[in-house]
């Protein structure tokens, strides 16, 4: 059924409805203006979701009894208020979301989407975000869309017919946008240092930010990689471009970049618009550890927040604060592990707060979150060098990490690796 106003779209909601929000840049933050305009009339409505855009407006005080955000993944839109308290964060393997959704550990009444017009044959399409997206389209009861002429038309597990929605409003507005990030010497020292580890036919998984973009810029000597990742960005449209990444090693989807969502420039929504070379999938399937293996080679490249002298990676906090989420780090460093070939990456910069703080440390803060154990981590990397962890003593990862933490911090590492791990060192 149309409607004018996404207010009228959203009247179906009910009290206690648990709601599921399509996330990413296909957050359809229209329809949550209008959650935010209707809840004060509801009571103990749920919002799940992942990292969504321009919805600060739902961490409003006012709203609490009446709606309630619980995010499996935090960003710069919920951080403040899932650590003040207003909104929860629920810690679980991007892959597992849609497990929740299907078997009915987590039962859904209603999903939020923003989708392209219907095709000749009814068909809208989620266009650059179908992550845990279509798995709550086989379950929610009610289904409101916001049709955007703007959403550009993907190809695989997007398609949504207009028959399944319930209620839809339209309106055209531009795709929020994600410019390519400054780089530093230290970014482009450590994306220098992450390609140097990338082989011909590497099969890639990496995201967002300026240490992928580093990498990816220095891949243009290389041959025949492929794409089978949880998301990519503008960093890969040159190599597509110059037939660098081709897709053509590749066991499963050859000759295609499978992905579940993108982020980045108009460019980089111009170029997945109707491209059977990009194919959007269920991220249950992307991130399955299962599928991750079958591609030969696979290269995984993750970042972190902190890593300890052991090798245990934090990645959602800083802290007792949340910062992100658990994601699909885990899913794809294990898949890698398992790949014939494969290996994984775990990039960060040495230091932080401007140089005042050591990222290797010889514990995690207290309350950080660790996302991927040590006996996971393969590769290390920061803008000083190289750790392999893998099959390492503790005593040896500690020496492994001091030689590629920043040069100020090395004597007290050692020390602490001494006095509180009791680890024998050889430096």
Not at 315 to 326: E, K, L
Request: charged share 20%.
């Amino acid at each position: 059924m149309r409607v004018a106003t996404a207010a009228e779209a959203l009247s179906i909601l009910s009290d206690n409805d648990v709601i599921w929000c399509q996330s990413m840049a296909a957050t359809p933050y229209k329809l949550l203006e209008g959650l935010a305009e209707i809840a004060p009339q509801r009571r103990n409505m749920t919002l799940l979701q992942l990292h969504t855009e321009h919805s600060e407006l739902l961490g409003d005080p006012a709203l609490a009894g009446h709606l309630r955000q619980r995010a499996f993944f935090v960003g710069k839109s919920t951080r403040e208020a899932v650590n003040e308290g207003l909104a929860d964060y629920v810690p679980i393997f991007l892959s597992e979301i849609p497990k929740l959704f299907r078997s009915g550990e987590q039962p859904l009444d209603a999903v939020l989407i923003q989708v392209s017009p219907p095709d000749a044959h009814g068909n809208c399409s989620l266009g650059i975000s179908v992550e845990a997206t279509r798995a709550a389209l086989q379950v929610a009861k009610k289904v409101i869309a916001w049709v955007n002429p703007k959403m550009p038309r993907t190809h695989g597990d997007s398609f949504v017919s207009m028959s399944r929605i319930d209620r839809f409003f339209e309106f055209t507005a531009d795709m929020p946008l994600h410019q390519r990030p400054q780089q530093s010497k230290t970014t482009l020292r450590i994306g220098e240092r992450v390609a140097e580890l990338i082989n011909d036919g590497d099969c890639l998984q990496m995201g967002i930010g300026a240490i992928p973009d580093a990498t990816l810029g220095c891949l243009g000597n290389h041959r025949d990689l492929g794409i089978h990742t949880e998301m990519f960005s503008d960093g890969v449209l040159p190599l597509v471009a110059s037939g660098v990444i081709n897709n053509s090693r590749k066991r499963k989807h050859r000759g295609r970049i499978v992905t579940t969502f993108a982020m980045g420039s108009q460019q980089l929504y111009d170029f997945v618009d109707d491209n059977p070379q990009v194919a959007f999938l269920d991220v249950e399937y992307t991130n399955d550890t299962s599928v991750i293996r079958q591609n030969k080679q696979v290269m995984a490249i993750n970042s972190a927040l902190q890593v300890d002298l052991t090798g245990q990676v934090c990645a959602d906090s800083i802290g007792t604060r949340v910062y992100s989420g658990v994601g699909g780090q885990m899913d794809f460093v294990r898949g890698a592990s398992l790949s014939e070939g494969g290996r994984s990456v775990i990039a960060l910069p040495a230091t932080a707060a401007g140089g005042k703080i050591s990222r290797i440390s010889s514990m995690l803060a207290p309350g950080a979150g660790v996302v991927t154990t040590r006996a996971h981590v393969h590769y290390v990397v920061t803008e000083y060098g190289v750790a392999n962890l893998r099959a390492r003593s503790l005593s040896e990862r500690a020496e492994a990490l001091i030689h590629i933490a920043a040069p100020q911090f090395r004597e007290q590492l050692a020390r602490e690796a001494r006095d509180d791990w009791g680890l024998r060192l050889t430096i």
